[in-house]
């Protein structure tokens, strides 16, 4: 079985300006995961997607973040314009089921963002 | 909101020794918690999770926690380390609301 893919892997960009990210979940999982994780710190959730729904976005910083699961399946986080403080690993993760209530989440390798 | 707080940032260990990773979480109503670790460069991968039932859950790579709910505590334990468990290890809660929280970290260093 595939495992959740990310792309790109590294991202170096200047301030201000915008960056994608792209997922593709495991094949079949309903709800998709977007997780920023600055250094030193635990993963933070910035939304969670059941199906092409949006069921948590409480923590995405909505003036410059977007994402999109348009078709139920891979998924594309944005940021526009960079910040300095938008620097970390952005995470994929997806889980099986459409009622994941401690359902395993799997993650991808994410995405280093470095912002100059 | 739930809560996690891990309250060792490293911990170093000589290999083949027993080592604990401690974990308590806060919240005012019931919880799923989970242990994942990242190796470099990698994602989180789950070792072990706890959902209902049995507070002793058993996980990958010889790993087991123990859910005590008076202490509000999940604290991951191995009996003898080894050099490839050298890893950052994430506790985590979720609630019915799927919504879950990380812990900042532990990063465990296991030495020759």
């Known amino acids: 079985e595939a495992g959740v893919a990310q792309s790109p892997r590294y991202k170096i960009i200047e301030k201000r300006q915008s960056v994608a990210f792209w997922c593709n979940p495991i094949?079949?999982?309903?709800?998709l995961y977007w997780y920023q994780q600055i250094l030193g710190q635990g993963p933070k959730l910035l939304i969670q997607f059941q199906n092409n729904g949006v069921v948590d976005d409480s923590q995405l910083p909505k003036d410059r973040f977007s994402a999109e699961r348009l078709k139920g399946v891979d998924s594309t986080l944005k940021i526009q314009p960079a910040k300095l403080e938008d620097s970390a690993v952005y995470l994929c993760?997806?889980?099986?089921?459409?009622?994941?209530?401690?359902?395993?989440?799997?993650f991808g390798p994410g995405t280093r963002l470095l912002v100059l | 909101a739930q809560s996690v707080t891990q309250l060792d940032s490293q911990v170093p260990v000589f290999e083949e020794a027993p080592v604990e990773l401690r974990c308590n979480y806060s919240s005012s109503v019931s919880v799923y918690l989970f242990w994942y670790v990242q190796y470099p460069n990698q994602g989180l991968q789950l070792l072990l999770k706890y959902l209902s039932g049995s507070t002793l859950v058993k996980g990958i790579n010889g790993f087991e926690a123990e859910f005590n709910k008076s202490q509000t505590s999940f604290h991951l334990r191995k009996p003898s380390v080894h050099i490839s468990d050298t890893a950052e290890y994430f506790c985590a809660v979720s609630t019915n609301n799927n919504d879950m929280r990380f812990g900042a970290g532990t990063r465990l260093t296991v030495k020759p």
């Open positions: 094949s079949g999982h309903a709800t």
């Open positions: 993760a997806s889980s099986s089921i459409n009622d994941p209530r401690g359902e395993t989440q799997y």
